[in-house]
């Protein structure tokens, strides 16, 4: 194998891999996060992008080289997350909608028409990465832009669309709105696999989830949705009602921890005769 073509063992170590999360709250040098925290499952992965304009002063000018590195200027940033919910409950909605309230007499779920600063709040998107570290990017100040875009399926599960725009603030106007965190897993590092990260149960019934974890390591489970599916501390997950959840199992060892998940579709049990 030539020199050029030859692939160091350090590429496959620094992959990003699996879907990653969406959170509310997360602490990087920790690198640790609540089940709270999981804003809402996603289906099909989770798009980034943050997009920059540039503006060159001397284009038009005569005789003046186009893209002269001295008159290149960052015009604007624009930062982005997109992506589809599987997940459907009032704080999703809510914040799908951008601006809304919630009726406390009728229970109704209401548009505003107006934004405050209450709206814009930070999120994460956290994924894994192939040696057990991570890579972080928070948006700051961030509005759903994308407005409220349900698509259904026959016999299958709806879908919401997002997009999400993080925002500068008038009173920082040269902060973008964007944060990168990079952290290799360490040799003691502590990791955990699932034998799935996507099931199905039928309305009623159990399913076992296996974990793979670091030999020494206590492996703890939760639900993002009791209503939907819970799960018992050895990873049998019981089928609620029909609906989306994620469970997650989290491995803790020497004050190390990792997460692992297998997004749960309960679906109706079909009746007899």
């Given amino acids: 194998m030539g020199k050029f ?36 499952a996603t289906s099909g992965g989770i798009k ?3 997009t920059r304009e540039f503006e060159d002063f001397g284009e038009d000018i005569d005789n003046a080289p186009k893209d002269t590195m001295e008159l290149k200027r960052i015009k604007s940033t624009s930062v982005k997350m997109s992506g589809t919910y599987v997940q459907n409950n009032e704080e999703i909605i809510m914040f799908l909608l951008a601006a809304a309230e919630k ?6 779920i209401k548009p505003l028409a107006d934004l405050d600063l209450s709206h814009f709040r930070d999120l994460w998107f956290v994924g894994d990465t192939s040696d057990n570290g991570f890579v972080a990017v928070k948006i ?14 026959d016999k299958g599960k709806g879908k919401y669309a997002f ?15 964007a944060e990168f965190y990079i952290e290799s897993g360490a040799s003691d590092s502590v990791s955990i696999y699932l034998n799935k990260t996507r099931t199905t149960i039928v309305d009623g019934n159990t399913e076992t989830l296996v974990p793979t974890a670091t030999t ?8 993002s949705d009791t209503s939907v599916a819970t799960v018992t501390s050895g990873g049998v ?15 803790t060892k020497n004050g190390k921890t990792d997460y692992a ?7 109706e049990a079909e009746n007899e005769g």
């Fill in 140 to 153: 700051s100040n961030s509005l759903s832009t994308g407005g409220f875009s349900l698509q259904t399926a």
């Fill in 103 to 108: 009726d406390n007499v009728t229970g109704a």
């Fill in 163 to 177: 997009e999400i725009t993080g925002h500068v603030s008038i009173n920082a106007q040269k902060v973008i709105p």
């Fill in 5 to 40: 073509t030859a692939i160091p063992q350090s590429v496959f170590d620094e992959l990003q891999i699996n879907a990653g999360l969406i959170l509310k709250d997360f602490d990087p040098a920790a690198g640790n996060f609540a089940n709270e925290d999981i804003l809402a």
């Fill in 216 to 223: 020494g390591a206590t492996v703890t489970w939760s639900s």
């Fill in 237 to 251: 997950v019981t089928a609620v009602d029909p609906g989306d959840c994620l469970i997650v199992a989290k491995a």
């Fill in 48 to 50: 980034i992008d943050v």
């Fill in 261 to 267: 998940s297998c997004m749960v579709t309960v679906t």
